[in-house]
């Protein structure tokens, strides 16, 4: 009987291999021929599932991400507690080694995007989804209690969308920027913050217009 090759198992293989890369050596690695060393494969094998690298990074990032949704899925954000947010947000920061390899990913899209119509689509895709849950997120905290009324919602997902994405970029330096520690202090700073009205009523500039 002819062998049965599961494809979607080799694209994963493929895909790990690429996270192993990534994790160990950095972005300057990616090539068909790296890849084919670290999967243990022939270059002509990889090339048999994916054709171009933005293939390929497409997928892993895919991979990634249904990764970190099901991490982020098993958290209960009910109650008005900051550290059940906190908790979520460190599911996508390059805290450990498998979420410094899905970060690396991630940059990697964010570099090469501006080469590949197709790239650009999938960061923009990517950057929507995340910005309408942090919107999500946001909007039902206000009914908690955890977010003062008065903040535009639209703006806070912003400024907490750029900051994830900055200390994210802090972790995957060599070393990081920030250890751990530093990181949970700057998200917990800033989601207490969000509890109090915005600067702007606190300094009475709005009144005043």
Do not use: C
């Amino acid at each position: 009987m002819p062998k049965i090759v599961d494809h979607d198992n080799r694209r994963r293989e493929i895909a790990d291999a690429m996270w192993r890369l990534l994790a160990n050596t950095g972005r300057r690695s990616i090539t068909f021929r790296a890849l084919a060393r670290e999967a243990g494969w022939s270059v002509g094998s990889i090339q048999h599932y994916f054709g171009t690298q933005d293939e390929l990074l497409s997928f892993a990032t895919a991979e990634m991400l249904a990764t970190v949704t099901a991490r982020i899925g098993d958290l209960d954000f009910s109650n008005a507690s900051n550290a059940k947010l906190r908790a979520a947000l460190e599911e996508i920061l390059p805290l450990d080694e498998q979420r410094t390899a899905e970060a690396r990913i991630w940059f990697e899209l964010l570099i090469r995007r501006n080469d590949s119509e197709f790239l650009n689509r999938k960061v923009n895709e990517i950057d929507s989804s995340v910005r309408d849950l942090l919107t999500e997120i946001l909007t039902a905290r206000v009914e908690l209690g955890a977010v003062h009324p008065d903040r535009d919602i639209a703006t806070e997902a912003a400024r907490l969308h750029a900051l994830v994405d900055g200390l994210g970029l802090h972790g995957t330096a060599d070393p990081p920027v920030d250890d751990v520690e530093m990181v949970r202090s700057v998200l917990d700073v800033h989601l207490a913050e969000l509890r109090n009205p915005p600067a702007i009523w606190v300094l009475g500039i709005q009144r005043a217009k």
